[in-house]
């Protein structure tokens, strides 16, 4: 199984896009998800409590047979993903470098936004790698990065075409348009369900990048080179979604981001 986690249920929208891929080339591959809604939102927390609930979170997938891990969650991606590597032994994939090279790869005139959570912006780390991937491509490129915090708490309370939203996303994006960026990253799982509203507010040549697409591009890449894992990945069982809290909210949630009914299984964290 392909594990999946994230601090909530917004890595869903990375499911979405592993669940276009399977049905676009008839594939059987199984997903195994946790979202740790006991404890969402990461985004505002300190470095060592990510490391340690994204650890915890993605052993407890690796326990249930998960034979890779996908970190959705843009969040960990940012501040965990080394600590993961050395302390795990499956291969570990996330949303932050696949992002970052997409979008050395198709800015043009090198200049690019990042819009993320508290802790992804504090960690530097989209500035760190765009940097390191355009002096290999010869590029010099400016990076403009702006928290979103609210973005979150109002995508989750379904404000997403509200006046007053339109407003918050309208002084987020102000400074990076300023900047004039012509790209942006959608650096959290929840901005893609803002999309529309975002790009209402930008110049129209601005091109986005979502991570969860580019993470799920990356995974796919991975897969044809390794057919010892690959074949790991059919599993008989459905795929799974476990949370840590089940609410009637988060059961709401799920299916409207989803787009489906999903059935969610309360796990109780070690
Ligand atoms: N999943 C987080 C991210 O992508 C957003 C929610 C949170 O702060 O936990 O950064």
């Known amino acids: 199984m392909i594990g999946i986690f994230d601090s909530g249920i917004g890595g869903l929208t990375v499911v979405k896009k592993f669940f276009d891929w399977f049905d676009k080339d008839n594939l059987s591959y199984r997903l195994l998800y946790f979202g740790d809604t006991a404890r969402t939102p990461y985004g505002n927390r300190g470095e060592e409590v990510i490391k340690q609930y994204a650890l915890e979170d993605a052993k407890l997938l690796i326990e249930r047979g998960a034979k890779i891990i996908v970190i959705a969650c843009n ?6 993903t080394d600590y993961l590597k050395n302390n795990l032994s499956v291969p570990v994939f996330e949303v932050v470098s696949p992002a970052a090279q997409k979008a050395v790869a198709i800015t043009r ?31 010099k490129i400016g990076v403009f990065e ?23 996303i309208k002084k987020y994006l102000s400074p990076l348009k300023a900047a004039q960026i012509d790209t942006l990253i959608l650096a959290c799982t929840h901005y893609p369900f803002l999309i529309k509203e975002i790009e209402a507010k930008l110049n129209k040549q601005v091109k986005l990048v979502d991570p969860a697409l580019e993470v799920v591009l990356q995974v796919k890449e991975f897969l044809k080179n390794n ?11 459905k795929h799974q979604f476990l949370v840590s809290d089940l609410t009637n909210r988060v059961q709401n949630l799920a299916a409207r981001w989803l787009g489906e009914k999903i059935k969610l299984e309360k796990v109780n964290l070690k």
């Not at 969040?75 to 965990?80: D, G, K, L, N, Q």
């Not at 979103?148 to 918050?168: Q, Y």
């Open 75 to 80: 969040t960990v991606s940012a501040i965990a």
């Open 109 to 139: 005139h090198n200049r690019i936004g990042i819009l993320g959570t508290r802790a992804t912006i504090n960690s530097k780390i989209y500035d760190h790698l765009i940097k390191q991937y355009a002096a290999k491509a010869h590029k």
């Open 146 to 168: 702006n928290s979103a915090s609210l973005l979150v708490p109002l995508v989750e309370e379904g404000w997403l075409d509200t006046p007053e939203t339109k407003r918050i």
């Open 227 to 237: 057919s010892a894992i690959e074949q790991q990945l059919n599993h008989k069982s």
